[in-house]
Protein backbone atom coordinates (compact mmCIF):
# COMPACT_ATOMS: atom_id res chain seq x y z
CA UNK A 1 0.00 0.00 0.00
CA UNK A 2 1.21 3.60 -0.90
CA UNK A 3 2.69 4.87 2.10
CA UNK A 4 0.70 8.44 0.79
CA UNK A 5 -2.53 6.73 1.35
CA UNK A 6 -2.51 5.72 4.83
CA UNK A 7 -2.60 7.71 8.07
CA UNK A 8 -2.07 6.83 11.70
CA UNK A 9 -5.97 7.09 13.22
CA UNK A 10 -7.35 3.67 12.52
CA UNK A 11 -10.89 5.54 11.23
CA UNK A 12 -8.49 6.83 8.06
CA UNK A 13 -7.47 4.30 6.03
CA UNK A 14 -8.01 2.71 2.18
CA UNK A 15 -10.50 0.26 3.81
CA UNK A 16 -12.72 3.01 3.95
CA UNK A 17 -11.76 5.56 1.06
CA UNK A 18 -10.36 2.85 -1.77
CA UNK A 19 -12.49 2.51 -4.70
CA UNK A 20 -14.13 4.16 -7.07
CA UNK A 21 -16.74 6.47 -6.33
CA UNK A 22 -20.48 5.56 -7.51
CA UNK A 23 -22.65 7.99 -5.19
CA UNK A 24 -24.16 11.27 -6.60
CA UNK A 25 -23.30 12.83 -3.17
CA UNK A 26 -19.15 13.42 -2.17
CA UNK A 27 -18.04 14.13 1.71
CA UNK A 28 -17.45 17.56 2.48
CA UNK A 29 -15.65 19.25 5.05
CA UNK A 30 -19.22 21.15 6.27
CA UNK A 31 -20.39 17.65 6.99
CA UNK A 32 -18.02 16.20 8.60
CA UNK A 33 -17.91 19.26 10.69
CA UNK A 34 -21.39 19.06 11.39
CA UNK A 35 -21.61 15.59 11.83
CA UNK A 36 -17.98 16.16 14.32
CA UNK A 37 -20.03 18.74 15.91
CA UNK A 38 -23.21 16.85 16.92
CA UNK A 39 -20.85 14.08 17.95
CA UNK A 40 -18.85 16.23 20.59
CA UNK A 41 -21.91 17.62 21.82
CA UNK A 42 -23.27 14.30 22.44
CA UNK A 43 -20.19 13.39 24.27
CA UNK A 44 -20.18 16.09 26.47
CA UNK A 45 -24.08 15.50 27.67
CA UNK A 46 -23.52 12.32 28.42
CA UNK A 47 -20.32 13.17 30.43
CA UNK A 48 -22.44 15.80 32.60
CA UNK A 49 -25.04 13.61 33.28
CA UNK A 50 -22.28 10.51 34.66
CA UNK A 51 -20.71 13.76 36.65
CA UNK A 52 -24.11 14.43 38.50
CA UNK A 53 -23.93 10.65 39.02
CA UNK A 54 -20.67 10.66 40.70
CA UNK A 55 -21.90 13.73 42.75
CA UNK A 56 -24.42 11.62 43.97
CA UNK A 57 -22.00 9.00 45.49
CA UNK A 58 -22.84 6.54 42.49
CA UNK A 59 -19.81 4.26 41.83
CA UNK A 60 -18.56 4.61 37.87
CA UNK A 61 -16.79 1.92 37.35
CA UNK A 62 -19.34 -0.06 35.35
CA UNK A 63 -19.99 3.28 33.18
CA UNK A 64 -16.19 3.45 32.56
CA UNK A 65 -15.53 0.21 31.96
CA UNK A 66 -18.85 -0.29 29.96
CA UNK A 67 -18.07 2.77 28.08
CA UNK A 68 -14.77 2.00 27.38
CA UNK A 69 -15.43 -1.74 26.04
CA UNK A 70 -18.16 -0.64 24.01
CA UNK A 71 -16.66 1.99 21.85
CA UNK A 72 -13.94 -0.54 21.41
CA UNK A 73 -16.42 -3.46 20.08
CA UNK A 74 -18.45 -0.31 18.23
CA UNK A 75 -15.04 0.67 16.31
CA UNK A 76 -14.82 -3.35 15.45
CA UNK A 77 -18.07 -3.14 14.02
CA UNK A 78 -17.32 -0.09 12.40
CA UNK A 79 -14.03 -1.14 10.33
CA UNK A 80 -15.71 -3.94 8.84
CA UNK A 81 -20.11 -2.39 8.50
CA UNK A 82 -18.80 1.06 7.18
CA UNK A 83 -22.48 1.44 5.42
CA UNK A 84 -23.10 1.42 9.26
CA UNK A 85 -21.41 4.49 10.58
CA UNK A 86 -24.49 6.96 10.60
CA UNK A 87 -25.60 4.94 13.07
CA UNK A 88 -22.55 3.61 15.04
CA UNK A 89 -20.75 6.81 15.20
CA UNK A 90 -23.19 8.53 17.56
CA UNK A 91 -23.26 5.07 19.52
CA UNK A 92 -19.80 5.67 20.10
CA UNK A 93 -20.15 9.14 20.57
CA UNK A 94 -22.49 8.14 23.50
CA UNK A 95 -19.92 5.43 24.52
CA UNK A 96 -17.12 7.62 24.61
CA UNK A 97 -19.51 9.88 26.61
CA UNK A 98 -19.96 7.30 29.52
CA UNK A 99 -16.11 6.54 29.18
CA UNK A 100 -14.53 9.81 29.39
CA UNK A 101 -17.13 11.18 31.99
CA UNK A 102 -16.30 8.44 34.80
CA UNK A 103 -12.58 9.31 34.19
CA UNK A 104 -13.04 13.21 34.31
CA UNK A 105 -15.07 12.86 36.88
CA UNK A 106 -12.51 11.04 39.19
CA UNK A 107 -9.63 13.47 37.96
CA UNK A 108 -12.21 16.10 39.12
CA UNK A 109 -12.22 14.57 42.67
CA UNK A 110 -8.91 14.15 43.33
CA UNK A 111 -7.19 17.20 40.92
CA UNK A 112 -10.07 19.93 41.19
CA UNK A 113 -10.24 21.55 37.40
CA UNK A 114 -8.16 19.36 35.64
CA UNK A 115 -10.38 18.24 33.17
CA UNK A 116 -11.39 21.49 32.37
CA UNK A 117 -7.99 22.66 31.91
CA UNK A 118 -7.20 19.05 29.47
CA UNK A 119 -10.39 20.21 27.22
CA UNK A 120 -8.74 23.62 27.19
CA UNK A 121 -5.80 22.61 25.95
CA UNK A 122 -6.78 19.60 23.73
CA UNK A 123 -9.69 22.84 21.91
CA UNK A 124 -6.84 25.07 21.31
CA UNK A 125 -4.29 22.16 19.99
CA UNK A 126 -7.07 20.98 17.42
CA UNK A 127 -7.28 24.82 16.39
CA UNK A 128 -3.55 25.29 16.49
CA UNK A 129 -2.55 22.22 14.67
CA UNK A 130 -5.60 23.33 11.87
CA UNK A 131 -4.04 26.47 11.36
CA UNK A 132 -0.35 25.49 11.20
CA UNK A 133 -2.10 23.17 8.84
CA UNK A 134 -4.42 25.27 6.41
CA UNK A 135 -1.10 27.85 6.43
CA UNK A 136 1.28 25.39 5.31
CA UNK A 137 3.57 26.12 8.07
CA UNK A 138 3.83 22.35 8.54
CA UNK A 139 3.12 20.26 4.82
CA UNK A 140 2.45 17.09 5.18
CA UNK A 141 5.05 15.48 3.40
CA UNK A 142 5.87 11.37 2.78
CA UNK A 143 8.73 12.00 5.43
CA UNK A 144 6.39 13.20 8.17
CA UNK A 145 3.60 11.19 7.69
CA UNK A 146 6.35 8.09 8.07
CA UNK A 147 7.44 9.43 11.45
CA UNK A 148 3.77 9.94 12.89
CA UNK A 149 2.51 6.80 11.51
CA UNK A 150 5.69 4.57 12.98
CA UNK A 151 5.68 6.88 16.32
CA UNK A 152 2.00 6.05 17.06
CA UNK A 153 1.77 2.56 16.32
CA UNK A 154 4.68 1.72 18.51
CA UNK A 155 2.55 3.80 21.11
CA UNK A 156 -0.35 1.58 20.62
CA UNK A 157 1.85 -1.50 20.83
CA UNK A 158 3.75 -0.16 23.98
CA UNK A 159 -0.13 0.23 25.81
CA UNK A 160 -1.31 -2.73 24.45
CA UNK A 161 1.22 -4.59 26.23
CA UNK A 162 1.27 -2.87 29.44
CA UNK A 163 -2.79 -3.48 29.32
CA UNK A 164 -1.82 -7.11 28.84
CA UNK A 165 0.84 -7.64 31.20
CA UNK A 166 -1.43 -5.38 33.69
CA UNK A 167 -3.48 -8.34 33.70
CA UNK A 168 -0.64 -10.17 35.20
CA UNK A 169 0.55 -8.25 37.87
CA UNK A 170 2.98 -6.77 35.99
CA UNK A 171 3.03 -3.17 36.03
CA UNK A 172 4.66 -1.47 32.88
CA UNK A 173 6.69 1.54 33.75
CA UNK A 174 4.37 3.92 31.37
CA UNK A 175 1.50 4.36 34.47
CA UNK A 176 3.75 5.87 36.76
CA UNK A 177 5.11 8.95 37.84
CA UNK A 178 8.98 8.57 37.33
CA UNK A 179 10.56 10.56 34.69
CA UNK A 180 10.67 7.73 31.96
CA UNK A 181 6.77 7.83 32.17
CA UNK A 182 6.46 11.24 32.26
CA UNK A 183 8.98 11.76 29.01
CA UNK A 184 7.01 8.58 27.27
CA UNK A 185 3.41 10.46 27.89
CA UNK A 186 4.76 14.05 26.91
CA UNK A 187 5.64 12.04 23.36
CA UNK A 188 2.24 10.36 23.31
CA UNK A 189 0.53 13.80 24.01
CA UNK A 190 2.84 15.41 20.75
CA UNK A 191 2.02 12.73 18.58
CA UNK A 192 -1.61 12.49 19.44
CA UNK A 193 -1.53 16.54 18.06
CA UNK A 194 0.29 15.68 14.59
CA UNK A 195 -2.23 12.60 13.91
CA UNK A 196 -4.40 15.76 13.54
CA UNK A 197 -2.65 16.93 10.86
CA UNK A 198 -2.85 13.66 9.35
CA UNK A 199 -6.86 13.33 9.59
CA UNK A 200 -6.94 17.20 8.28
CA UNK A 201 -4.64 15.37 5.18
CA UNK A 202 -7.10 12.68 4.66
CA UNK A 203 -10.05 14.56 4.73
CA UNK A 204 -8.53 16.98 2.30
CA UNK A 205 -7.73 14.57 0.02
CA UNK A 206 -11.17 12.85 -0.45
CA UNK A 207 -13.49 15.33 -0.15
CA UNK A 208 -15.87 16.28 -3.34
CA UNK A 209 -14.42 12.17 -3.50
CA UNK A 210 -15.38 9.92 -1.33
CA UNK A 211 -19.43 9.05 -0.91
CA UNK A 212 -21.12 11.49 1.08
CA UNK A 213 -21.61 8.49 4.14
CA UNK A 214 -18.48 8.61 4.72
CA UNK A 215 -18.33 11.79 6.35
CA UNK A 216 -19.58 9.83 9.28
CA UNK A 217 -15.90 7.56 9.23
CA UNK A 218 -14.38 11.06 9.03
CA UNK A 219 -15.95 11.76 11.87
CA UNK A 220 -15.04 8.73 13.81
CA UNK A 221 -11.83 9.16 13.05
CA UNK A 222 -11.56 12.54 14.46
CA UNK A 223 -13.37 12.03 17.79
CA UNK A 224 -11.10 8.71 18.10
CA UNK A 225 -7.78 11.31 17.50
CA UNK A 226 -9.48 13.98 19.58
CA UNK A 227 -10.35 11.94 22.46
CA UNK A 228 -6.86 10.34 22.65
CA UNK A 229 -5.43 13.74 22.95
CA UNK A 230 -7.78 15.08 25.75
CA UNK A 231 -6.69 11.48 27.68
CA UNK A 232 -2.59 12.10 27.13
CA UNK A 233 -3.08 15.44 28.00
CA UNK A 234 -5.40 15.11 31.70
CA UNK A 235 -2.87 11.92 31.98
CA UNK A 236 0.22 14.05 31.72
CA UNK A 237 -1.03 17.02 33.83
CA UNK A 238 -2.29 14.25 36.58
CA UNK A 239 1.38 12.90 36.30
CA UNK A 240 3.58 16.17 36.67
CA UNK A 241 0.66 16.72 39.70
CA UNK A 242 1.77 14.03 41.67
CA UNK A 243 5.27 14.58 40.76
CA UNK A 244 5.33 17.98 41.67
Known sequence: MN???KTSNPAFTNHFFGGNNTSAKTM??????IKSLASISIIIIISIGIWKL???GTNLKWYSMGGMLAAIVISIIISVRQHWAHILVPLYAIAKGFFLGSISA????KFPNFPYQAIGITMVTFVVM???YQTRVI????????????AVTSIFVIYIISWILGFFGIKVFIWGVSWPAIVFNILATIFASLSLLLDFDYIERYKNKAPKYKEWLA???LLVTLVWLY????????KLAIRF
Open 3 to 5: LLN
Open 28 to 33: SVTGVF
Open 54 to 56: HNQ
Open 106 to 109: YAQA
Open 130 to 132: LLL
Open 139 to 150: VVTKKLRSVIIT
Open 219 to 221: TWG
Open 231 to 238: IEVLRLMK
